[in-house]
């Protein structure tokens, strides 16, 4: 895949989780494709995928399945 950045053929795709808002507005949407490129080692998301990013937060009571999530503090 080109990279978008630098040009060269080295981004590949990787899956991301992601949260959105905080406490009970909090949303986390798992396995976001996002390209990486190991030559500039930039990552970014395309313009489609942030459009279903965007998608998923307006209408989050149609995708979202209600989950505990615990919390952990890095010290």
Known sequence: MICDICGKDS???RYATRSYGAQENL???EN???VHCSQCKESYL???TLYEIERIKLHRQ???EKRPVP???FC
Request: aromatic residues 6%; proline residues 6%.
């Open 62 to 64: 149609s995708f979202a």
């Open 32 to 34: 976001i494709p996002v």
């Open 71 to 73: 919390v952990a503090a």
């Open 46 to 48: 395309t313009a489609e």
């Open 11 to 13: 981004a590949k795709i």
């Open 27 to 29: 949303l986390v949407i």
